[in-house]
């Protein structure tokens, strides 16, 4: 079983940058972030593969955020900048088996979740 523990949320004025880190206890190839926005659905947003070279992103944080890792940590980290009222939700960490090399956008596909970490907006 691998733990996964997000950090670095928190509040911030509309058009700030906040990074949050996601470290795992174990071993982990695709990981992904999401969050929930109050009264809304899981939402994904972004993903990255196992070496780091392959990165998805959902449109609406296009440009705006960027998954990272490195692996000699099992850390994955999301840069968000330019963030908006609407990005305001908790946010999630989650990775795949380990033996599981491909990126993937349903939340239904990953095994491992941390707790979320809060991320507040305001305008």
């Known amino acids: 079983q691998v733990q996964m523990v997000e950090s670095g949320g928190g509040l911030v004025r509309a058009g700030g940058s906040l990074r949050l880190s996601c470290a795992a206890s174990?071993?982990?190839?695709?990981m992904g972030w999401f969050r929930r926005a109050p009264g809304k659905e899981l939402e994904f947003v972004a993903a990255?593969?196992?070496?780091?070279?392959?990165?998805d992103y959902a449109d609406s944080v296009k440009g705006r955020f960027t998954i990272s890792r490195d692996n000699a940590e099992n850390t994955v980290y999301l840069q968000m900048n330019s963030l908006k009222p609407e990005d305001t939700a908790v946010y999630s960490c989650?990775?795949?088996?380990?033996?599981?090399?491909?990126?993937?956008?349903?939340?239904?596909?990953?095994?491992?979740w941390g707790q979320g970490t809060q991320v507040t907006v305001s305008s």
């Open positions: 989650a990775a795949r088996l380990p033996w599981v090399t491909s990126i993937s956008r349903e939340y239904r596909d990953y095994v491992y």
């Open positions: 174990g071993r982990t190839c695709t």
């Open positions: 990255i593969s196992c070496s780091g070279d392959s990165t």
